[in-house]
């Protein structure tokens, strides 16, 4: 299998983990020696409540036996799309009603470029250094790394970059300024939460310049900072809310949010002014509001913040320099790459999934399922600390 999976898989790295799975459960991937992983990563934060949970497959079954894709975006009443994003706003500040549904976070990301520049009439975007927000053109275009863009040029024009956390670069924003896109919390860069009010402050710039905020939550979303999104901690409501990843359950997914005056220009100058064939597809639609649902009705919130401490407590090592992120959302940073290569593969071996960072190597990236038991965190915290013992002998 590994070697057809080299050969007809189409490969962006030299080195993928090439695990071979057999099935999951809970928090726990098995591949097909029956040898169990113990997953802190959550299938990269889109596993929210760890794998196959019963309440997730069980909704994902029941639509199974009443219909599959019947109509592309829209057109008919289906009830899964219609209860997800009701269950959104009712879960949203007021202003954010909206939803349109869509099959990947980087679609979601189109999407809220398109509406931006249709409300305002400008063109200009402005986005963050260091910033993913996802690998189509439109998302590349606002990715605030160069060296991963630089081959697919020419993207999108009229796209500037400002420091996160800068309050002198928002002087930037003007005018000319169609969108401010941020992520809530950078991911790629390295989990790096907004300081001193940075949200709020940009929010200003954004009314005062008639801006529109988008702030991507696609990784810190549903959840996983302790709050149902991430802007939530920082008393910062957006224009555009841009969501994927844990959204669905385990199923491919993404969704941009915003008022309903906003989001009804879409259907005006053009008509049809965002088309999808796949989005709101039934079976992922269930999936989501399955998850959406027993987060919303359980306490996995509050304990995100309660695990979030226990991992705190427990990580903490001379080769450990800092602990970033906010709730299950959390990078280790050790001193070198290596240093941090050398613990995710090593950990792999000793049955813990760890992952990288997009572009901070020296980051080891924690984003288990939000149902991680104490036990289990207590569990590869320890093969962690172990690991790092022998390295730095
Ligand atoms: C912050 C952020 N935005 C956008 C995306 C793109 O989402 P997708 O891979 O579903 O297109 C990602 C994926 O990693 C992400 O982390």
Redesign the pocket.
Known sequence: MKSDFLKYQAQTTPHPLAMEVSHANGSYIYDTNNKAYLDFVAG??ATPLGHNHPKVINAIKQQLDKYLHVMVYGEYIQKPAVELAKLLAKNLPSALESTYLVN????A?EGALKLAKRATGRSEIISANNA????TMG?MSVMGYEERKQAFRPLLPDVRFINFNNEDDLELITTKTAGVIL?TIQ??AGFIEPQNGYLEKVRKRCDAVGALLIL?E??PGVGRTGKLFGFENYNCIPDIL?M??GLGGGM?I?AFTASSKLMNLLQDKPKLGHITTFGGHPVIAASALATLKEITESNLMAQALEKEQLFRKLLVHPLIEDVRGKGLMLAIITPSADITNSVILQCQDNGLILFWLLFEPKAIRITPPLTISNDEIIKGCTIIIDILNKIYK
């Open positions: 990269v934060s990947s976070g980087t679609e990301i993913y927000h996802g690998n998302s992520e991911g790629g991507d696609i990784q841009v994927g990843k491919p993404g």
